[in-house]
């Protein structure tokens, strides 16, 4: 079955069962294939509190057994239930933390934890990331939509600070660009600060960006 196939499929799955259908998903969201896993993903945001309520009930269900070893499905249901805005998964992300190998993993983790408000204490190691680590090129798109969840003036300056960086290619930068405007978008008064630091000419960026949004 083709990817667009696998999509309507899900699709009618959730509109004719609603959130019976969430078993279903679940099982899905193991699927060795990542775009369908994003699809997924997708439903289960589209089912709001239902999907809130059942996907905690399986973290913690996880969480109490044991959590596995770099368990993928359980970094998909915490990407998600950060997205619902789930605020008592907090103490099984910090637990989660030591379950992970990969940097892009455990990414994830902190995405989800500012999601939720408990971002900030992470930002010095966020900047080692972006700035300092040997693999800083493949992973400074991901810090930056961790930065675009944690509102403070820190997250503001590690991005201003990757935008005057020249071994950050073209399409990082974007990238740093769109990290800002989500910023913005959620506290204006961050444009304040921006202009206060003297970077119109990154707020005319900005501007240009949010025409084409």
């Known amino acids: 079955m083709d990817l667009e196939k696998k999509e309507k499929l899900i699709r009618r799955i959730v509109e004719e069962r609603g959130k019976d259908a969430l078993p279903t998903l679940l099982r899905l969201l ?18 709001g509190d239902d999907a809130r309520e059942f996907l905690y009930a399986e973290l913690l269900k996880r969480w109490r057994k044991g959590i596995e070893k770099n368990d993928v499905t359980l970094l998909y249901i915490v990407d998600i ?75 503001v300056n590690l991005l201003l600070r990757a ?21 913005i978008t959620r506290n204006p008064s961050f444009v304040r600060y921006i202009v206060k630091k003297g970077r119109e000419d990154v707020m005319d960026k900005i501007r240009k960006l949010g025409d084409t949004t």
């Open 81 to 155: 239930l950060g997205d619902l805005g789930e605020k008592r998964m907090e103490k099984i992300l910090i637990d989660m933390l030591s379950k992970y190998d990969v940097e892009e993993a455990l990414l994830v983790i902190y995405e989800a934890l500012a999601k939720i408000g408990k971002g900030e204490k992470f930002l010095p190691y966020l900047e080692y990331l972006l700035f300092e680590d040997s693999y800083r090129k493949e992973l400074c798109e991901q810090v930056a939509m961790v930065l675009a969840n944690i509102d403070s003036e820190k997250s």
């Open 163 to 183: 935008l005057d960086d020249d071994t950050f290619s073209k399409k990082n930068k974007e990238f740093f660009l769109k990290a800002i405007f989500l910023l």
């Open 30 to 47: 193991g699927d060795e294939d990542p775009e369908v896993r994003e699809i997924v993903s997708e439903a289960f945001r589209l089912l």
